[in-house]
């Protein structure tokens, strides 16, 4: 079953529930008619019965008047014979009721039974009246045929069959068809899946013209093509921007070289140009560096060592390393550290990870304000803020921070490899790696980066 198509799943199915359905309801149309015919057969019987046992009342003896009368009471219904015993002797006999059915009644026959005869099916009761005919007793065999009705219920079992058979092959061939008209949706859908490309996954399926049942598959379909456009569109995105980013300085080693080919120099001139084309090379390769952890890191291929270290003590360090790039700038550092701080992980990676934030606040922060840097114990976190005071970045930005070459102002980008737009994509890949999470917040000039990271567990 499991190579059948779904059409013909369900069309099997139908089949089988339709062949149940009719099955039971024969079935119990069966059983219920005969249950039917015995309890009418019952009444009718044990009213024939009485009616005899009070002609045998008026007498100890059958004599001719007796006998007519209970011959006048079989032959006034149809199908009816009896016959009277004493002990093994049959007595009475109504002419209907041949020998052979008398010889197969036993004298412990039950009250109601149904024997077979040759051809012929009764349907009978025996009643016993002691204290006539002697001490043997009297019984009384009175018997229906019911032949014709056996027949009529063989015919009607015949009929059944035929009809079930008939039934089922309708069924199944009318299930086909209403099953295929009911999955006419899934076919478009299926059509319209086929003309999605790359190129135009910006295309959404209508749920109008969809059944309900049908309107989750087809939300979880589109939400699943929002996904892939925003996935293609940043890696068109990260593909382009790798381009630019490492055009800018093989632009300017390609020019500087040409220059110091058009003639001939001095050593300190060539040396100068060394220089230059050397800063350029190291900026191109920390720019692969952060390219080739990024992609480690989407392939869950860092394993930072797990460590004791202090957070504060790690951001007092690189607070240090910037105090002189924020004194350039006007720039004061504050920091500020409530309960205990120690946290479990690489502390290289951890140190990158605050630099990064502290390079953010500096390069963003105005000049003559104060960036706070508060370092505090938040139930099973240790939190990190750093914030500066800058221009507010719109809430739009504010997801997309954390991208890779991702600038608010893309007017930045031109002639500038300083700055390549990595560092806050490392450094959610980092906080990440060490089961801690980061956002950000901006809002009345303040932009505030919170950290959290486990704390260490006693």
């Given at each position: 079953?499991?190579?059948?198509?779904?059409?013909?799943?369900m069309?099997?199915?139908?089949?089988?529930?339709?062949?149940?359905?009719?099955?039971?309801?024969?079935?119990?149309?069966?059983?219920?008619?005969?249950?039917?015919?015995?309890?009418?057969?019952?009444?009718?019987?044990?009213?024939?019965?009485?009616?005899?046992?009070?002609?045998?009342?008026?007498?100890?003896?059958?004599?001719?008047?007796?006998?007519?009368?209970?011959?006048?009471?079989?032959?006034?219904?149809?199908?009816?014979?009896?016959?009277?015993?004493?002990?093994?002797?049959?007595v009475?006999?109504?002419?209907?009721?041949?020998?052979?059915?008398?010889?197969?009644?036993?004298?412990?026959?039950?009250?109601?039974?149904l024997?077979?005869?040759?051809?012929?099916?009764?349907?009978?009761?025996?009643?016993?009246?002691?204290?006539?005919?002697?001490?043997?007793?009297?019984?009384?065999?009175?018997?229906?045929?019911?032949?014709?009705?056996?027949?009529?219920?063989?015919?009607?079992?015949?009929?059944?069959?035929?009809?079930?058979?008939?039934?089922?092959?309708?069924?199944?061939?009318?299930?086909?068809?209403?099953?295929?008209?009911?999955?006419?949706?899934?076919?478009?859908?299926?059509?319209?899946?086929?003309?999605?490309?790359?190129?135009?996954?910006?295309?959404r399926?209508?749920?109008?013209?969809?059944?309900?049942?049908?309107?989750?598959?087809?939300?979880?379909?589109?939400?699943?093509l929002?996904?892939?456009?925003?996935?293609?569109?940043?890696?068109?995105?990260?593909?382009?921007?790798?381009?630019?980013?490492?055009?800018t300085?093989?632009?300017?080693?390609?020019?500087?070289?040409e220059?110091?080919?058009?003639?001939?120099?001095?050593?300190?001139?060539?040396?100068?140009?060394?220089?230059?084309?050397?800063?350029?090379?190291?900026?191109?390769?920390?720019?692969?560096?952060?390219?080739?952890?990024?992609?480690?890191?989407d392939?869950?291929?860092?394993?930072?060592?797990f460590?004791?270290?202090?957070?504060?003590?790690?951001?007092?360090?690189?607070?240090?390393?910037?105090?002189y790039?924020?004194?350039?700038?006007?720039?004061?550092?504050?920091?500020?550290?409530?309960?205990?701080?120690?946290?479990?992980?690489?502390?290289?990676?951890?140190?990158?990870?605050?630099?990064?934030?502290?390079s953010?606040?500096?390069?963003?922060?105005?000049?003559?304000?104060?960036?706070?840097?508060?370092?505090?114990?938040?139930?099973?976190?240790?939190?990190?803020?750093?914030?500066?005071?800058?221009?507010?970045?719109?809430?739009?930005?504010?997801?997309?921070?954390?991208?890779?070459?991702?600038?608010?102002?893309?007017?930045?980008?031109?002639?500038?490899?300083?700055?390549?737009?990595?560092?806050?994509?490392?450094?959610?890949?980092?906080?990440?790696?060490?089961?801690?999470?980061?956002?950000?917040?901006?809002?009345?000039?303040?932009?505030t980066?919170?950290?959290?990271?486990?704390?260490?567990?006693?």
């Amino acid at each position: 079953m499991s190579r059948l198509s779904l059409r013909g799943r369900m069309a099997l199915l139908f089949v089988i529930v339709v062949t149940a359905v009719l099955t039971l309801a024969a079935i119990s149309f069966d059983y219920f008619c005969r249950l039917h015919f015995e309890r009418q057969d019952a009444q009718v019987l044990e009213g024939k019965v009485s009616a005899l046992e009070m002609i045998l009342a008026r007498g100890n003896s059958l004599d001719p008047d007796m006998i007519s009368d209970i011959h006048r009471l079989i032959d006034t219904s149809f199908g009816f014979a009896a016959t009277i015993m004493v002990g093994d002797r049959v007595v009475s006999s109504h002419h209907n009721l041949s020998e052979e059915l008398a010889l197969s009644l036993s004298p412990r026959q039950d009250d109601q039974w149904l024997i077979q005869v040759g051809p012929n099916r009764y349907s009978g009761i025996t009643e016993r009246i002691k204290g006539w005919g002697g001490e043997e007793g009297r019984t009384i065999h009175l018997a229906l045929n019911v032949t014709h009705r056996t027949h009529f219920f063989e015919m009607i079992r015949q009929w059944f069959i035929y009809t079930l058979v008939v039934s089922a092959i309708l069924s199944g061939a009318l299930g086909f068809v209403l099953i295929r008209g009911g999955l006419k949706p899934i076919s478009r859908l299926s059509r319209t899946s086929s003309t999605i490309t790359a190129n135009c996954l910006d295309t959404r399926i209508s749920t109008e013209s969809v059944p309900t049942e049908l309107h989750e598959l087809v939300d979880n379909f589109n939400a699943m093509l929002e996904r892939l456009d925003q996935s293609f569109l940043r890696l068109s995105g990260f593909s382009a921007d790798i381009a630019h980013e490492l055009r800018t300085p093989l632009n300017s080693m390609l020019t500087q070289t040409e220059v110091a080919l058009m003639k001939d120099r001095e050593n300190a001139d060539y040396k100068e140009i060394l220089f230059s084309t050397l800063e350029e090379l190291r900026r191109m390769a920390r720019m692969v560096d952060d390219m080739l952890f990024l992609a480690k890191a989407d392939n869950g291929m860092i394993t930072p060592d797990f460590e004791d270290h202090d957070l504060a003590a790690i951001a007092s360090s690189v607070l240090d390393y910037y105090e002189y790039a924020a004194d350039e700038k006007g720039i004061r550092l504050a920091m500020h550290r409530n309960g205990a701080t120690q946290v479990s992980g690489d502390n290289l990676m951890l140190r990158r990870a605050v630099s990064n934030v502290m390079s953010n606040a500096v390069r963003y922060g105005e000049a003559g304000t104060t960036i706070d840097i508060n370092i505090s114990q938040a139930g099973q976190w240790v939190q990190l803020n750093v914030s500066n005071q800058g221009p507010t970045i719109p809430p739009e930005h504010i997801d997309k921070l954390f991208d890779r070459f991702y600038r608010i102002d893309t007017a930045r980008r031109e002639g500038s490899t300083l700055n390549a737009g990595l560092g806050m994509a490392i450094t959610r890949s980092i906080v990440e790696a060490h089961k801690g999470s980061i956002g950000c917040h901006s809002a009345e000039g303040v932009t505030t980066f919170t950290v959290k990271l486990p704390t260490v567990r006693e």
